[in-house]
């Protein structure tokens, strides 16, 4: 069993940054794909970003492409999400999830993932 728990979430303004991270326990989670997703008021949840294993193959949600981007350190056992320009749509509770797949490609659907972080709420005032 995987416990995921987010940090780093908070208050900021547009044009802004932020950095969370995701610390793995239970067991190692080098050979899984980890992701990030984020769930706005009123919305259903969705895809943000995806990394494999080794780090070399990431995948961004069009909406988050070329301002934010995922990260990981095996050795620590833990997954950041650096997310920059922030905008006020980008406000939601971010979750970071494993997918125990572990493969090509890195998967965006949630139903994929097996395990769930509480989740980090990022806000970004105008």
Known sequence: QVQLAESGGGLVQAGGS???SCAASGRTTSSYNMGWFR????KEREFV???SPSGGITNY???VKGRFTISRNNAKNTVSLQ???LKPEDTAVYYCA???FGGVPVRTT???YDYWGQGTQV???S
């Open 61 to 63: 949600a069009d909406s």
């Open 98 to 100: 494993a997918d125990r």
């Open 49 to 51: 970003a995806a990394i």
């Open 123 to 125: 806000t970004v005032s």
């Open 83 to 85: 997310m920059n320009s």
């Open 39 to 42: 769930q706005a008021p009123g």
């Open 110 to 112: 949630e139903w994929t």
């Open 18 to 20: 932020v950095r969370l």
